[in-house]
């Protein structure tokens, strides 16, 4: 048995899960398929993203080839500034093309910073350009606190992100891009005959790990943000600032372990399930309505707090006419021992006012009682 997981063995059997507390400058752990988070602290420090930083270069590379802008067979020049650049390499040569299905391999599975750059002169013309397409797409998912100055994560003080949006670039290349996602898993690369190894060993941990990019420069330590499944769960977290290699393993490994031994995934609201019936309407066509929630909520949280979620109605009675379908006409306040979620209440039917005579009718019923 592993280290790794002689840990997680160690950590299912000993730990509360409301305790948890990785070795960590910060992390953000979360369920996708629910949107609900899960471990975070610091979340929204400003930390330098290293090789995370090419996560997305490969969400433009991916988005341009659903695009059709530029496709896997597409070859493409290698520039002086590319073969010259130091650190992880795909060892691409000077004057040469690389095809893009080598090139994608060449970035997600040796963190090749030659690659990042060849991507980055071939759609934005100049690596100064793409970073700004990198910023563009980082505001369009919601990475608020997040600044590209280069495609490869080479230090730059100025290059800047957090836990939280390293999670929400993560859940994005799995969601937007379901198929090219599959190369964060494989364990090694080989390209003009040197093979290389990816540097995520969790990918054979046997924990349900199956991506996605690690990262480490001096300045901010060792990072990795994994993506894995066990069952119909899936796991996405962002652990940055580790002190080592190992470190950024063990604390991940610890995290998801926790989530998927504690937690469960629970249907709580459903649009066709009606919550409250033949409520009053006002001055209507009609005498009343039903009341649905206006989405579906699932939620992924600790088993042990399931029999401890709290459903509130709200809504003001009686409802006033005319009233359309889908109208927020009250509130669903659902709360567990962390959080708590609100979701609007609507009308499953349309109401139209009533006419003249029909609204002095309901007046004349109510003030005599009849």
């Known amino acids: ?48 993203p290293a090789s995370l930083t090419k996560m997305m270069t490969l969400y433009l590379l991916f988005e341009a080839i659903k695009n059709g802008d530029i496709s896997e067979d597409s070859m493409l020049p290698i520039s002086e500034k590319a073969w010259r650049k130091g650190g992880s390499k795909m060892f691409l040569e000077v004057g040469k093309t690389a095809k893009v299905a080598d090139l994608i391999p060449g970035i997600a599975v040796v963190s090749g910073n030659d690659a990042c750059i060849v991507v980055a002169e071939f759609l934005g013309g100049t690596e ?35 836990a939280k949006d390293m999670y929400k670039l993560g859940k994005a290349l799995f969601t937007d891009f379901p198929e090219q996602y599959k190369v964060f898993s494989r364990r090694s690369f080989e390209y003009s005959n040197i093979k290389q190894p990816n540097r995520n060993g969790l990918l054979s941990a046997g924990i349900g790990v199956d991506g996605i990019k690690t990262g480490h420069i001096e300045e901010s330590g060792y990072h990795l943000v994994a993506s894995g499944k066990r069952g119909e769960t899936r796991l996405i977290s962002a652990v940055l600032g580790t002190n080592s290699m190992k470190a950024r393993e063990n604390e991940t490994a610890k995290a998801l372990s926790l989530a998927f031994a504690q937690y469960d995934t629970y249907d709580i609201l459903n649009t066709t399930r009606i919550l409250e019936e033949n409520v009053p309407v006002w001055l209507g066509e009609a ?38 379908k889908g109208d927020e006409l009250g509130k669903i306040v659902i709360t567990t021992p962390s959080n708590t979620w609100e979701v609007p209440l609507t009308s499953t039917t349309n109401i139209k006012q009533a006419g003249m005579f029909g609204k002095i009718k309901q007046v004349l019923a109510y003030n005599l009682g009849f």
């Open 1 to 48: 048995m592993t280290k790794i997981l002689i840990l997680l063995v160690t950590i299912m059997l000993s730990s509360n899960v409301n305790a948890l507390e990785l070795n960590a400058k910060a992390y953000y752990v979360g369920n996708p398929q629910t949107g609900t988070k899960v471990f975070a602290k610091n979340e929204n420090d400003l930390i330098g």
């Open 128 to 162: 100064e350009a793409f970073a700004e397409m990198m910023n563009e797409k980082a505001k369009e998912l919601g990475m608020l606190n997040t600044h590209f100055v280069n495609a490869s994560g080479w230090p730059n003080p100025k290059q800047r992100t957090t």
């Open 287 to 324: 005498p009343a309505t039903n009341l649905v929630a206006s989405k579906n909520l699932s939620l992924y949280i600790p088993k042990k707090d399931y029999k401890k979620i709290k459903v509130e109605i709200a809504y003001k009675k009686p409802l006033i006419a005319p009233i359309n």
